[in-house]
């Protein structure tokens, strides 16, 4: 009656001593500075529990999960992913976070220790750097969390400073350059628009050849591959300028599309594109008429109409006007907002 037990009791055994394993496996010394550079020999310890509760970015590349894929032999994935550039702190902490986001999701108050075995065995070599920038990565986002309330509180160049000097501190300044090298670079193309949009005699054209030459500036031999994945948003912050939008909304027609077209193909947009960006202006401008006519019509029901009738009235003019849309335009109206009373935005709706 009892040898039936027999596998049972191998199998809890076999399962004990996995966990005992697991349980085993070598920590960085947590009382280590993530300030400090990595130490010679680190001893094994247990996260702490804030560390537990760090958690990643939400946002994976798409591309990063690959190497997670269950089956396939992680260390390899990740040395086959990430080995060519593992030297650079920026690579480095997108690999770590890619590893955060899996091994939370699997471990949640105990991630760090399989995330390390992980990490020393898919690069040895590297393994107490790794360590470092992950205590390092660790330490910044609990003083982001704990000082949330404080920099909301500041203004936006308060708060950067801020935030760049607990970096700079962590991490040293230039590794925090190379982490961060995408913010900073976005941050100088958001000045040189500040510039470029208080320049008091230029004209789209000029603008718009200035941003250009920044981007370029800025990213160097990047800028061609950059510009190529960035189109839209490159184009949107241009467009988004005050100037661009006030030399835009002074041309005719005719004159607003050819600069329009100027602009999108400034941005490297292929003709196939440009068509149809002219297919969807020639809608949109169809759409502001209507809407001109719209606001226009209501302006004089609303003086001479009230209440009641109003309503009906308006009811009856949003349906022959908007159709299918007439229901969404009255709740927007009823909460204050109309969109055709918005100032044009042209090239953006």
Known sequence: MNRPKAPLFLALALLLAGAAVLATRILPERGNDPRGKPPAHAEPSTASSE??????????????????RPGTDMAASLRSRYAARIHEPHTQM?????????????????????????VKQAFPELYEELALRLR???????????????????????????????RNQLFGEETARKIWAA???????????????????????????RYKQSLEQTFGDEAPGY????????????????????????????????????????????????????????RRDARWALGEQYMAERAILAQQHTGPELERRLSELRARYFADEAQTIAEEEASGFYRFGQPRQWGRN
């Open 51 to 68: 560390a537990a509760r760090t958690r990643a970015p939400l946002a994976p590349d798409p591309e990063d999960g690959e190497a997670m």
């Open 94 to 118: 997108r690999m770590l976070e890619q590893l955060m986001r899996h091994f939370q999701q699997l471990y949640p108050t105990g991630w760090e220790e399989p995330l390390l075995a992980l």
């Open 227 to 282: 510009m190529q994945a960035n189109q839209q948003e490159l184009m949107n912050r241009f467009l988004d300028l005050g100037s661009v939008q006030r030399d835009l909304g002074a041309m005719t027609p005719e004159q607003r599309a050819e600069h329009l077209r100027a602009i999108r193909e400034g941005m490297g947009l292929d003709e196939a594109a440009l068509e149809r960006w002219k297919d969807l202006d020639t």
């Open 183 to 209: 913010e900073l670079r976005n941050e100088s193309v958001g000045n040189t628009l500040s510039i470029i949009d208080a320049l008091p005699q230029a004209d789209v054209n000029e603008r718009l050849a």
């Open 136 to 166: 390092q990565r660790v330490a910044y986002a609990q003083w982001m969390e704990s000082h949330r309330e404080e920099l909301r509180a500041k203004p936006v160049a308060e708060r950067r400073a801020a935030v760049w000097e607990e």
